[in-house]
């Protein structure tokens, strides 16, 4: 038999080693991740939001554009997805799954548009059974996160501290049957309840969950300098929303891909690079010339 107190005497040197290596970080520290950089490049389907709001494509064909132009997965927001927001058959998301895997693509994510941000009590409730709904899509598609967002506004008579202990305790819910279900939830600040990085921190450290963290939208952050507010948030991110452009006091300017490249470098950041480009005109070749950007700025090849 094993001797107990020897046992929890080198389970906790153990435990000490890894913390002194930093290879074990509390959740509310950072993402726990090996040093370096490791990135996949994937394209967020809202980049083709016309056409597949639409008809006339669909995510098989988002899909095969990423087949096509080397991109190493699609980011296949529950949006697109037929019913949304109820969940789509078995069928139709194993059809998806198999679609990717003999394409080399992978699915990097999905999301959802909830409202944690309201004082209806039920509506969030309602929400928050949505979001598991679709932790469940996520998966059976293999999708390793799900995006989240906070909540549209502000609500109105309510302090912000209020709201953000309802939204907390919803993402808490969320993150734990996340955890069931092997599927980080991250959550996206899209300039709405949550408007600048130490808002979108204080929320990431209060539900304290290694399945949840930042889904880091370089384009929502629009308070003062953007480059730094993306810095704050980089240790916490699972995910990213890469965008055209971005903005300087309320004022939009094009992004610095060259900035972003050495922000990741300087930190550290292994996974997924989902973008999403959004400018006017024609999807794909819009599409394929910000890829082109991003890869020569990333030092990426097809």
Not at 19 to 31: F, K, N, Q, V
Not at 96 to 105: C, D, H, P, Y
Not at 170 to 192: I, M, P, R, S, T
């Amino acid at each position: 038999m094993i001797n107990r107190r020897r046992f929890l005497a080198s389970s906790a040197g153990v435990v000490g080693a890894a913390g002194l290596h930093g290879s074990t970080l509390a959740p509310s520290d950072a993402i726990s991740r090996k040093p370096g950089v490791k990135l996949k490049l994937g394209l967020n389907a809202y980049s083709f939001n016309g056409p597949l709001q639409s008809g006339t494509m669909t995510l098989a064909d988002a899909v095969a554009f990423c087949a096509e132009n080397g991109v190493d997965a699609l980011d296949a927001t529950g949006y697109y997805f037929p019913g949304y927001p109820k969940v789509p058959t078995d069928d139709y998301i194993y059809a998806l799954k198999r679609t990717a895997f003999v394409n080399g693509v992978g699915i990097s994510g999905t999301g959802v548009r909830n409202n944690f941000a309201t004082a209806d009590k039920s509506a969030r409730e309602r929400d928050v059974q949505m979001v598991k709904d679709w932790i469940v899509v996520a998966s059976k598609l293999g999708a390793p996160v799900i995006r989240v967002f906070s909540g549209p506004e502000r609500p109105v008579g309510h302090a912000f501290d209020e709201a953000l202990d309802w939204m907390v305790a919803d993402l808490k819910d969320c993150a734990a049957f996340g955890k069931e279900h092997g599927v980080v939830v991250g959550l996206q600040q899209h300039n709405d309840f949550l408007k600048t990085a130490a808002e979108t921190i204080r929320v990431i450290e209060a539900v304290d969950s290694e399945w949840f963290g930042s889904i880091l939208d370089i384009g929502s952050l629009r308070s003062g300098e953007p480059y730094a507010e993306i810095e704050k948030l980089l240790p916490y991110a699972v995910s990213w929303q890469i965008k055209e452009e971005v903005f300087r006091n309320n004022q939009p300017e094009p992004v610095d891909l060259a900035r972003i490249k050495s922000l990741i470098d300087n930190h550290g950041y292994r996974g997924y690079v989902p973008f999403e480009a959004l400018s006017t005109g024609d999807a794909r070749p819009r599409i394929k010339a910000f890829l082109a950007k991003i890869r020569t700025a990333f030092g990426l090849t097809c």
